[in-house]
């Protein structure tokens, strides 16, 4: 049995410097100091360039150091993405192609010759036929799915003997155990053994199995879990794989065309067609707006190309692209207002850079405005707590019966 373990850590353009140190204390390092440590040990890892950047930029250039490191010894792979974590599914193709482009000149720069991703982390794990098109077209092998992407359903008889493709597409697909994840990412699996005793149930001898969560999970989110990683590393139960690594072990024999989903979809969601609720969610105001406001500011710098200020706008659009200013917006059951009006600010700032757009401008402070208004009324009147009550309870309802 060969286990892939994917993690992904990122953090959103303009995080704190407090905050990242903090984070990269608690995770990242202890992350990486158990690869040092356990030459055995196999990681595909997602970080984000703006994060690598926020790194370097905060004083852990040793960390990167140690990343690039263990990319040459082959004991870890780092997937290609959107360097600015930009949600694909509903952006235009040229931005999503651009998001890679900068992912990947940044990350170039940086790891040198060592950076030669093979596969493709969408962030949010946001799963779109024609976002896989871009991938497909820019010459990346793999993408990594939530395994309710095939059928719709959490637990999806996924062979762990082959690797599946992508129809007519060529695509490698791998999927994210959705069960196996969930134990560890809530943390109902905090032994070795016993986790490896869940992993047998679902997998053969012979198979391989993918868990995919963020980074964060160990030591900031759930202080102390950086230990349960470690010991799964010194298992000699399984063996350890990236996930490229699995391409040369098994063989790709059956075509998919996988459902639109993340991997925080719910299978209601899926039968109801809302394949993203937490970044646009039918009937929910704040999300039309942040939409309407990020379609505007798309247009607006498209527009703007002969404006001698249009590359400074530009380069502002590339970092607003951002996805958490959605997600925070959901309120199922994330909810923050400094996010939302931080998205909803920068976005507007992208189009008060271009001086001569006044039309535009004064529709980005209504919409702005109007943004603000029904966050700071959902926050008053208890509407977002209200809300993230009922979708927890969904939650547990509908994962429960997954968890032993």
């Known amino acids: 049995m060969i286990w892939s373990n994917f993690l992904h850590i990122y953090q959103p353009p303009g995080q704190s410097q407090d905050i990242v140190n903090r984070i990269t204390i608690e995770s990242y390092r202890p992350i990486i100091n158990i690869l040092k440590q356990n030459p055995k040990a196999r990681l595909t890892l997602n970080i984000n360039a703006c994060l690598t950047e926020q790194l370097i930029e905060h004083g852990h250039g040793d960390l990167v150091g140690d990343?690039?490191?263990?990319?040459?010894?082959?004991?870890?792979?780092?997937?290609?993405?959107?360097?600015?974590?930009?949600?694909?599914?509903?952006?235009?193709?040229?931005?999503?192609?651009?998001?890679?482009?900068?992912?990947?000149?940044?990350?170039?720069?940086?790891?040198?010759?060592?950076?030669?991703?093979?596969?493709?982390?969408?962030?949010?794990?946001?799963?779109?036929?024609?976002?896989?098109?871009?991938?497909?077209?820019?010459?990346?092998?793999?993408?990594?799915?939530?395994?309710?992407?095939?059928?719709?359903?959490?637990?999806s008889d996924i062979d762990a003997n082959q690797i599946y493709s992508l129809r007519r597409n060529?695509?490698?697909?791998?999927?994210r155990s959705q069960r196996l994840s969930d134990l560890i990412h809530r943390q109902h699996a905090s032994i070795a053994e016993n986790f490896i005793n869940e992993a047998k149930k679902d997998i053969n001898e012979t198979g391989y199995f993918i868990t995919a969560m963020d980074g964060e999970i160990f030591g900031h989110h759930r202080p102390g879990y950086g230990k349960f990683l470690q010991e799964l590393y010194e298992t000699k139960k399984m063996e350890f794989s990236t996930v490229s690594g699995l391409l040369d072990k098994y063989p790709a024999e059956k075509e998919i065309e996988p459902q639109k989903s993340s991997w925080s979809s719910l299978e209601t969601e899926l039968a109801s067609n809302i394949p993203y609720s937490l970044w646009s969610y039918p009937g929910n105001p704040i999300h039309e707006k942040q939409w309407e406001l990020t379609n505007l500011a798309i247009k607006t710098v498209a527009e703007s190309k002969k404006n001698p200020k249009h590359e400074e706008a530009r380069k502002l659009l590339d970092t607003a692209l951002f996805s958490c200013q959605y997600w925070w917006a959901s309120s199922m059951p994330w909810w923050k207002v400094e996010m939302i009006e931080k998205g909803a600010f920068m976005l507007k700032k992208t189009i008060d850079s271009l001086d001569e757009k006044k039309s535009a401008k004064k529709k980005a402070d209504k919409i702005y405005n109007e943004i603000m208004t029904i966050a700071f009324d959902w926050e008053r009147s208890g509407k977002a707590h209200n809300n993230a009550e009922y979708y927890t309870k969904k939650i547990s309802q509908e994962l429960g019966e997954y968890v032993p």
Not at 130 to 148: D, S
Not at 170 to 175: A, N, P, T, V
């Open 67 to 155: 990343i690039k490191e263990l990319l040459n010894s082959g004991r870890l792979e780092i997937t290609e993405s959107a360097k600015y974590h930009a949600f694909f599914p509903l952006l235009p193709e040229s931005e999503i192609k651009r998001q890679i482009e900068l992912n990947r000149k940044t990350h170039q720069e940086i790891f040198g010759k060592a950076y030669n991703p093979k596969g493709f982390f969408i962030p949010e794990m946001a799963y779109s036929r024609r976002a896989a098109a871009v991938i497909q077209k820019m010459g990346y092998e793999w993408l990594l799915v939530n395994e309710i992407s095939l059928i719709g359903r959490q637990k």
């Open 170 to 175: 060529g695509l490698k697909i791998f999927f």
